[in-house]
Nanobody, 118 residues
């Protein structure tokens, strides 16, 4: 089955930047899309961004448009989330997920903590 491992989280001041990585392995040929999600304490998990695995347009949550950029490197089998102009409200555990179809995400990583201090 598909395996995902996130990295790149950490503590950053407001206005700063971080780049998250999602290394994808095993059966990557089955993947339709990869998404980033986040969950803040006491809140539900929310969609952040997604990218088709084999090409196509990206999609972003309104709250991160213009600040975050999702990209992929199919040679390295890695999806990135470049996060700029970070705000304290971006503090959350960030997860990447792989979907084999358009309808759902089938595999999830373990998450990486992002903390933005004011």
């Amino acid at each position: 089955q598909v395996q995902l491992v996130e990295s790149g989280g950490g503590l950053v001041q407001a206005g700063g930047s971080l780049r998250l990585s999602c290394a994808v392995s095993e059966r990557t040929f089955t993947i339709y899309r990869v998404g980033w999600f986040r969950q803040a304490p006491g809140k539900e998990r929310e969609f952040v961004a997604r990218i088709p695995w084999s090409g196509g347009s990206t999609s972003y949550a309104d709250s991160v448009k213009g600040r975050f950029t999702i990209s992929r490197d199919n040679v390295k089998n890695t999806v990135y989330l470049q996060m700029n102009s970070l705000k304290p409200e971006d503090t959350a555990v960030y997860y990447c997920a792989a979907g084999l179809t358009m309808s759902t995400y089938h595999y999830w990583g373990q998450g990486t903590q992002v903390t933005v201090s004011s």
